[in-house]
Nanobody, 116 residues
């Protein structure tokens, strides 16, 4: 069983930054493909950023150049550095771990609110 715990969400003003963290249980973290998704009120859940075990990255077009996904395999942690936040980035952000040849595990989510 893989468990994920997100932290780092909060309320910020437009243009500010936040760094989300996701601590993942289990000894196989370095083999997991990690992602961050988000879901805004009334909208579908969407992929924000992904980082594979082979360090390949992908980003939603609207966050390219502003968000960076990082991982520290020694700490079983994946991060989402979010800069130049905008009101449209307001959502619940979820961390996802995809195990090799297995299922995806989701965290409980952390709220990010961008408002002046």
């Amino acid at each position: 069983q893989v468990q994920l715990v997100e932290s780092g969400g909060g309320l910020v003003q437009p243009g500010e930054s936040l760094r989300l963290s996701c601590l993942v249980s289990g000894a196989g973290f370095s083999t997991y493909d990690m992602s961050w998704y988000r879901q805004a009120p009334g909208k579908e859940r969407e992929l924000v950023a992904g980082l594979t075990s082979l360090k390949r990255t992908q980003y939603k077009d609207s966050v390219k150049g502003r968000f960076t996904i990082l991982r520290d395999n020694s700490k079983n942690t994946v991060f989402l550095q979010m800069n130049s936040l905008q009101p449209e980035d307001t959502a619940v952000y979820y961390c996802v771990a995809k195990v090799p040849l297995g299922r995806a595990y989701w965290g409980q989510g952390t709220q990010v609110t961008v408002s002046s």
